[in-house]
Nanobody, 125 residues
Framework: QVQLVESGGGLVQAGGSLRLSCAAS????????MGWFRQAPGKEREFVAA???????SYRDSVKGRFTISRDNLKNTVYLQMNSLEPEDRAVYYC???????????????????WGQGTQVAVSS
């Protein structure tokens, strides 16, 4: 059974940092893109960042220069380092594993097959 488990969320002041982790089990995703999405209250789920099997990365414009996605294939884990957090970053953050192997960074939800349960990120102003 495939599971993605996020951790690292919490409450931080504006300008602070958090590091999210997503540990996958039940299957190794080293050949697949991995991504992070987020959903704020009353809003649609949106793409945040993705890393391809070959370590190419993509980011939504509002997080470029502040967030960094990375992966450790030996640990089957993907990370999201979030710096200079803003109140607008407040959301539930979801990790996802891409459906297809050996593709570039997947940025649309329907390109992902497995999803975690989410971790809450709150940013106080």
């Amino acid at each position: 059974q495939v599971q993605l488990v996020e951790s690292g969320g919490g409450l931080v002041q504006a300008g602070g940092s958090l590091r999210l982790s997503c540990a996958a089990s039940g299957r190794n995703f080293r050949r697949n893109g991995m991504g992070w999405f987020r959903q704020a209250p009353g809003k649609e789920r949106e793409f945040v960042a993705a890393v391809s099997w070959s370590d190419n990365t993509s980011y939504r414009d509002s997080v470029k220069g502040r967030f960094t996605i990375s992966r450790d294939n030996l640990k089957n884990t993907v990370y999201l380092q979030m710096n200079s957090l803003e109140p607008e970053d407040r959301a539930v953050y979801y990790c996802a594993a891409g459906t297809r192997a050996y593709t570039n960074t997947p940025v649309y939800p329907d390109e992902y097959e497995y999803w975690g349960q989410g971790t809450q990120v709150a940013v106080s102003s």
